[in-house]
């Protein structure tokens, strides 16, 4: 997981407060965790990389008043119901040594060799919720669909690894090839015109 660096400034609390920092141009955060409690505020162009993007990014936070950065995850992010502008972010500190849930990107490689037969692929799935430590915890889960022929599927339990686990059933349905209606109703004119001739030679 990629880490992007952030610098905060301690804020107090209180609704006059926030509303201050909001119209200076900045953004009022919480960093939160096992015995850790810290308003900050940051300016918003340090959020747009890890809110304006399908990437998913730790944080290193370095706050005002405290000499040791600290790793955190965004938790939760909250938007002005009417001009979608970010009202306030949660980070979460992370322990490297214990685990975290977050939900990862599908990225799909390649071409279906049953697309190229005429089928038609479909993708069920854009993330999935992955609980991993952090050092395991991946950018995204690459989906290789060239050797997809039509009636293929790819399901959870095909993307088992021992790095992290996948937390959906093992027979969610990530994607499929399917035969287009085009080689169905070939198939089908085929299938009657054969009929039509057999009829004929009896």
Known sequence: MKYVNIYGNKRKIGK????????????????YGKN????FSIPLESLKKI??????????????GYDQSINAIRKEIQFDPVNNKILHVDFYKINQYKPII???????????????KGGEYYSFIRKLKVKASPSNM?????????????GDRIIV???????????HPSHTLISRVKSSRTIIKSSQEKENQEEKENKKIK
């Open 51 to 64: 809110v304006y993007t399908t990437e998913i990014y730790g944080v290193t936070l370095k706050i005002e």
């Open 16 to 31: 006059k407060n926030v509303r201050f920092i909001r119209n200076s141009g900045k953004i009022p955060c919480i960093l």
């Open 138 to 150: 991946p950018e995204s889960i690459e989906l290789n669909i060239n050797f997809l022929d039509i």
């Open 102 to 116: 977050l939900e990862i990107p599908v990225k799909t490689v390649g071409r279906p060799i049953g697309v190229e």
């Open 157 to 167: 339990k095909d993307l088992y690894n021992d790095q992290y686990t996948i937390l």
């Open 36 to 39: 850790i409690n810290i308003p």
